[in-house]
């Protein structure tokens, strides 16, 4: 199983971004996709979660309104569109694949989003 983020980079307070991550080796509709963040010295934070099947989303309060999760089960992959982006977003984003009947899970290595002038 294989799960690749794309898309952080460095980005101007205010900017957007979109993160992908591309599952392989796995049924992609059996799994609830999310989206964490980390940074040094804190817990993993909860941004963003997606039903296998696309109907549910979940969103942390930090970034209601701002950050939307999306999935494509025909291209096994799942989305992160952060609008609006604050100096605070700076974190890793790794992406989680969750089987949604045994919750075994798999994660990817992460990629960095930087939010800085």
């Known amino acids: 199983v294989q799960l690749v983020e794309s898309g952080g980079g460095l980005v101007q307070p205010g900017g957007s971004l979109r993160l992908s991550c591309a599952a392989s080796?796995?049924?992609?509709?059996?799994?609830?996709m999310t989206w964490y963040r980390q940074t040094p010295g804190k817990e993993r934070e909860l941004v963003a979660t997606?039903?296998?099947?696309?109907?549910?989303?979940n969103t942390a309060d930090s970034v209601k309104g701002r950050f939307t999760i999306s999935r494509d089960n025909a291209k096994n992959t799942v989305y992160l569109q952060m609008n609006s982006l604050k100096p605070e977003d700076t974190a890793v984003y790794l992406c989680?694949?969750?089987?949604?009947?045994?919750?075994?899970?798999?994660w990817g290595q992460g990629t960095q989003v930087t939010v800085s002038s």
């Open positions: 080796g796995l049924t992609f509709t059996y799994y609830h």
């Open positions: 989680n694949a969750r089987h949604r009947a045994s919750g075994r899970n798999y």
């Open positions: 997606i039903t296998s099947a696309g109907g549910t989303t």
